[in-house]
Every structure is written in structure tokens, then in C-alpha cells.
């Protein structure tokens, strides 16, 4: 046990004035961290909390208590978890506990004053050492309470939310009113939604995920703050509320450095337009998926939906493009040069000076590349163009047709 017994008297001395002290100390903590800081209806629950410290320091130094076994007060714990609960910051709790130690120790420090004699600074260094010990014995524990508290409420919260979310997303027969309460969300309004995923893990992914997040709602300029709902360590589906969907070029250069990639859904309004948004959203994803490092880093799913809808039957998709493309359809960076190089030539017209200045080649580039694809790789290009374009986007989008190459 540490050495205190020389306090005991102090302790006791103080017993007549522990009514004061916390009369005082209320008075001092409501004009230093006024109400509006904490909650006015936590008036009396802050005051209970004063009186039991009070009571357990004097209490403590009265019995020669070892502080590094006291234990919070239930009052006092149960007021920093009501704090926790309330988003109150823990500085303004041990703010308090800074301001009651103050108080504490002058009235100690004045009893030792009052009697002369030589063992007066043995005595107030002794007392600081005790009020050190008490007081970061208290903050540890409380601070340990306060988060603890603060952890679970917000995993409760959190998984509150994520229940309100899925019923608006699953269910006919949901209280829209309670869901806009509970989210505090409106939804009679436009929506777009986007899935973000990083593409690095553990703390770099939340901070990457944090960082877009704030990108994306600059760049959108919503009504509103947006909606945020988890879906993994490494990735988040939020819905923003809109007046005008922004450009996916404005958009890439806000998250541009950042290792993320981003899919957008389609502008929706009201409920239906929420669900929607994050239906199309989760599609453009999937295909972000599937073209793997061939993707932009910003998707929308309006830009490539032809192609989002057709994951159901990979095996036709496969058909279709063999039959197509032929051989042209095969894995390997010279084929994927060619088809890259056939799709700007298909979208320019035929021109091969204007692919050339779209690709920064030579026009000989072009012709050469544009004979392999006809003579070696037998792709007819002047005849159903539609079709021959639709199955490059394929190879593009749905890598998964491409086999290997020979």
C-alpha cells in the first residue's frame, strides 16, 4: 500500500466541508463547461456525479486508501457512459475531473496551512503525490469506461442502421417516416448512390475509404449530408442526395491518387429511385470487378449499363464473342493491342487518320494493325458493325470470355 497515513487527519479534516467543496465545485463546473456543452437534462446527473467523487477523495484520504485501487463511484461511471452515448467528447469530462482536483487540493493545502510547523511542505508534497496517483488512477478508469461505453453504443447505433437500410432496400411494408428519423435521411428527394472500395487493406484502406468519401461529397454538391452504410472492411455504399448528377471526368480527378475505385448508380427519385440507384450501383461494381485493372477508377453505370446487365448467361456472352471475333478473342496483351485499336477505328468511322491522332500513333500503325486484324486474324470490319462493337465491349467488360491464347 502507498504511504498516505500522514493524510488520514486531512481526509478526516475535510468531512465537515465536503457539503461546500461540491456545492462550490457544481457552481465552478456549470460556469466553466456550460450546460450547452453537455446536455441541459444532464443537470442533475452531473451534479450527483460531483457530490460521489467529493465524498470518495475525502473518503479515501480519511482511511488511508491505496488510490491505485479505488474504483469510479457507479455514479460517476454511469454519467460518462450517458456522455458517451451523447457524442460528448471525453476532454470535457476530464476537464471536470481537473477542476474538482483544483478544488480539492486548495482546501487540503489551507487545512496544512493552518497549522504551522516544519512538516508543512513534507506534507503538501505528499498530498501531490496522492492527487496525481487518484487522479490518473480515475481518468484511466473512466477514460476506459467512457470508451468502452462510446465503442458499444456506436456498434449498436451502426448496426441499427444497417437494419433500417436493408429493410428499405428489401422490404414493401417499411415505416418511411421511422427510417428517416432513424437515419436521418430524407429520402423524397434524388438519389445516387456509389460503392467505394480500396484497393489496399487495414488502416490505409479506412482512411482511403474516409478520403473519398469527403471527394465525393465535395464534388457532388449535395443537398445534404449523405448516407453511409459499411459493407466490409475495404469498401462502403453511400447514397447522396442530389439536384444534378456531377460529370464522371470532374469526379475522377477528386479521387484521382487515391487507391480507390468508385461505381456509380443511376439518379433516382424517392424510394424507388433509392433502391434502384443501389442496384445499378452494385451492377457497375460487379463489372469494374470483372475488367479488373482495365477499369476506369470512376464507373457509372449509365456510361456502361448494356454491358452491366449482361452477367446472367456467361456462357452465351462467351459464344457470342467467339463467333464474332474468332481467334481475334483470345488473352494476351498483342490481341488486346488490336482490339483496343479495331474499337477506336469502329468509333471513328473507319478513318484511319483520325484513330491514329485518337491512339497518338503513325497512320502506318493503324493499317497495319487494322490488316492483322482482317488478314491473320480473318475479322471482317465493314459489315455488321453493331455487332462486332458490342462484342469488343464484351472482351473489354467480361474478361472471363477471353481463352487463352494458342
Known amino acids: 500500500m502507498a504511504g498516505y497515513g500522514s493524510l ?30 453537455v446536455a441541459a437534462d444532464l443537470v442533475d446527473m452531473r451534479a450527483a456525479s460531483i457530490a460521489e467523487n467529493v465524498a470518495a477523495v475525502q473518503y479515501v484520504l480519511a ?23 451523447r457524442g460528448v467528447p471525453l476532454t470535457i469530462l476530464l476537464r471536470a475531473y481537473g477542476l474538482g482536483q483544483y478544488r480539492i487540493l486548495d482546501a487540503a493545502i ?42 458499444r453504443w456506436l456498434s449498436s447505433r451502426q448496426a441499427a442502421r444497417q437494419q433500417w437500410i436493408a429493410r428499405l432496400l428489401d422490404t414493401d411494408d417499411v415505416d418511411l417516416a421511422a427510417a428517416q428519423k432513424a437515419l436521418d435521411y430524407r429520402l423524397d428527394r434524388t438519389h445516387v448512390a456509389a460503392e467505394i472500395w480500396a484497393t489496399v487493406t487495414g ?51 477528386h479521387v484521382a491518387g487515391l487507391p480507390v475505385r468508385v461505381a456509380l448508380g443511376s439518379a433516382g427519385e424517392g424510394l424507388a429511385g ?4 443501389a442496384r445499378s450501383a452494385a451492377r457497375a ?18 456510361r456502361v449499363a448494356p454491358f452491366a446487365l449482361l452477367s446472367a448467361e456467361p456462357g452465351e456472352l462467351a459464344d457470342l464473342v467467339h463467333r464474332v471475333l474468332g481467334p481475334l478473342a483470345r488473352d494476351g496483351a498483342k490481341l488486346e493491342l488490336l482490339r483496343d485499336t479495331l474499337e477506336v477505328f469502329l468509333a471513328e468511322g473507319g478513318s484511319y487518320s483520325r484513330t491514329a491522332r485518337v491512339l497518338d500513333v503513325h497512320r502506318n500503325t493503324v493499317q497495319y494493325r487494322i490488316q492483322q486484324i482482317t488478314g491473320r486474324y480473318g475479322t471482317a470490319v465493314d459489315t455488321d458493325t453493331f455487332e ?9 467488360w467480361h474478361r472471363q470470355v477471353l481463352t487463352s491464347a494458342m
Do not use: H
Open 110 to 151: 489551507s487545512l496544512i496551512l493552518a497549522i504551522p510547523g516544519p512538516e508543512q511542505p513534507v506534507r503538501i508534497a505528499e498530498l501531490l503525490r496522492f492527487a496525481g496517483a487518484y487522479l490518473d488512477r480515475l481518468n484511466s478508469s473512466m477514460g476506459r469506461i467512457y470508451e468502452a461505453e462510446r465503442d
Open 203 to 253: 488502416a490505409d484502406a479506412v482512411r482511403a475509404l474516409e478520403q473519398a468519401r469527403q471527394a465525393l461529397s465535395a464534388a457532388m454538391r449535395t443537398g445534404g449530408t449523405e448516407l453511409v452504410a459499411a459493407s466490409g472492411d475495404r469498401a462502403m455504399c453511400l447514397w447522396f442526395p442530389v439536384d444534378k448528377a456531377c460529370a464522371v471526368e470532374e469526379l475522377n480527378e
Open 8 to 37: 488520514v487527519w486531512v481526509g478526516q479534516a475535510l468531512g465537515p466541508q465536503v457539503g461546500a467543496i461540491t456545492d462550490e465545485l457544481i457552481r465552478v463546473t456549470e460556469q466553466m463547461i456550460p450546460l450547452t456543452d
Open 63 to 85: 482511511n488511508n486508501i491505496d488510490p491505485a485501487t479505488v474504483a469510479p463511484p457507479a455514479g460517476a461511471a454511469a454519467y460518462a457512459q450517458r456522455l458517451a452515448r
Open 285 to 302: 461494381k460487379a463489372l469494374a470487378v470483372s475488367a479488373g485493372d482495365r477499369a476506369p477508377v470512376v464507373i457509372d453505370y449509365d
Open 274 to 277: 433509392f433502391r434502384g440507384s
Open 388 to 396: 462486332l462493337r458490342f462484342a469488343l465491349g464484351i472482351c473489354r
